[in-house]
């Protein structure tokens, strides 16, 4: 018998729980049809900010031994822009498009979100309050209860449609910082953006990245995400959806016990644009393990 693989987040029904992380995508008509889609259940956008922001200098890459630091710093074309080039195709894309938007000042941000609304298409808005790749706000935005909870207001009262929240794991109180988010009316927290961290060029002998930090994704934070998604989802009641190293099915399953609604995926589609398909097709597997007739039953499985 198939197994219903779908989750719900808020108002969004999907048919998977699999979605791609923002940055990861590609803005590739192709990519955005069915049959690149399978077992994926939304996509979220590159990040989306007011103005074009051209991005960092230097390197903006680094492998790791089990992940890849980034510092690419945001960059894209700015709201106008990416309606113009980029919303077509996500207009006709099969599942949900989620626009993450950049949380700049509340003006500049509060502007990028109507110029999005404006156009119908995107299904939610994805606040990303957490981007350790940009100096002054971005990052910080999401570092403590009362910055978040102005960051959310301000998004919540222009946008209509699914608010998503995006957290940064580099905050010392998780759980107050997702309370304050839940508090102001977001439908869903993300949890979570990368972790900061660094390289070093042995070569040069400095810092690999112009901006000496940058942000670690992949096999390596799995565990950290892990236990953030299991705080954060015992502190709020909204939907989570658990950010941070999923590359396999087992991985999405652990953040369903956890708790999670649904994952997001980032760097394992760097290495494999089958991902979606793979990690839902081994989720059968686990509904059957634990006894659940379908896969939305195994949502905090674990914490019982
Ligand atoms: C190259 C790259 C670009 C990214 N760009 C963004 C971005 O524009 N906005 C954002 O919120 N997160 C961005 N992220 C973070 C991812 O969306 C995701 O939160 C993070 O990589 C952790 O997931 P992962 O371990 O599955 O990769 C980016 C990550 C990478 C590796």
């Not at 999907?14 to 990861?24: E, H, M, N, R, W």
């Not at 993450?100 to 299904?123: F, Y």
């Not at 989570?240 to 991985?251: L, N, P, Q």
């Amino acid at each position: 018998m198939k197994i219903d693989m779908s989750v719900s987040i808020g108002s969004l029904n999907l048919d998977f729980p699999v979605i791609p992380a923002s940055g990861v995508w590609p803005y590739e008509k192709d990519f955005w049809k069915s049959d690149r889609l399978c077992g994926i259940g939304a996509v979220c956008t590159k990040a989306i900010s007011l103005h074009a922001k051209r991005g960092n200098s230097g390197i903006r890459l680094w492998e790791t031994p089990a992940g890849v630091l980034n510092s690419i710093g945001l960059q894209n074309v700015g709201a106008a822009a990416f309606v113009e080039k980029y919303l077509p195709m996500a207009e006709n894309c099969p599942v949900p498009v989620i626009a993450n938007v950049v949380m700049e000042s509340t003006k500049d941000t509060s502007e990028t979100l109507r110029i999005l609304q404006d156009t119908g298409v995107p299904a939610g808005a994805e606040l990303n309050i957490s981007c350790p790749n940009v100096d002054g706000e971005g990052m910080a935005w999401g570092t403590d209860p009362l910055s978040a909870a102005k960051a959310v207001r301000a998004a919540r009262k222009v946008w209509r449609g699914e608010l998503w929240v995006k957290m940064t794991p580099q905050t010392a109180c998780p759980e107050d910082v997702a309370r304050a988010i839940e508090e102001e009316g977001a439908d869903a927290i993300v949890a979570a953006n990368t972790w900061l961290g660094m390289g070093m060029d042995m070569q040069r002998g400095k810092p690999a990245f112009d901006r000496v930090v940058a942000g670690l994704s992949g096999p390596a934070v799995f565990p950290l995400a892990l236990r953030l998604v299991w705080q954060v989802c015992g502190a709020v009641s909204i939907p989570v959806i658990g950010c941070g190293g999923v590359a396999t099915a087992s991985d999405c399953a652990a953040m369903m016990l956890a708790g999670a609604s649904a994952v997001e995926v980032g760097t394992a589609f760097f290495r494999n644009l089958d991902t979606g398909k793979e990690i839902s097709e081994g989720l059968e597997k686990y509904v059957r393990q634990y006894r659940c007739t379908k896969l939305a039953g195994m949502r905090g499985l674990a914490r019982k």
